[in-house]
């Protein structure tokens, strides 16, 4: 992390580089946007609902509801949180 001097100084370069060449001020401030999720965790992520999904109906044929209905649980809250981003901070 940056102390308050720092982000000072930093917020000041920014803003020159801003003044000076607007375009090139657009461009860098672009770069912050997030990445696309990639394919292959959108894959993942249906395979795992499929999964867990195809677990809880055979628990049902096996007489353990209450148990299906938390996988089915399971599988809700991760479809509810797919949009979400989870991002690290240091």
Known sequence: MLDRD???T???IEQNLAAG????AAVLRGGQRRL???QRRKLLQ???NALLL??????VVLGLPSSALALV???GGIWAL???RFTGSS
């Open 46 to 48: 249906r395979s795992l």
């Open 21 to 24: 060449d607007p375009e090139f």
């Open 82 to 84: 797919r949009r979400w």
């Open 6 to 8: 720092e982000h000072h």
């Open 73 to 75: 649980a399971v599988a």
């Open 10 to 12: 930093l917020r000041q």
């Open 36 to 38: 696309p999720r990639s």
């Open 54 to 59: 195809l677990l809880s109906y055979g628990l």
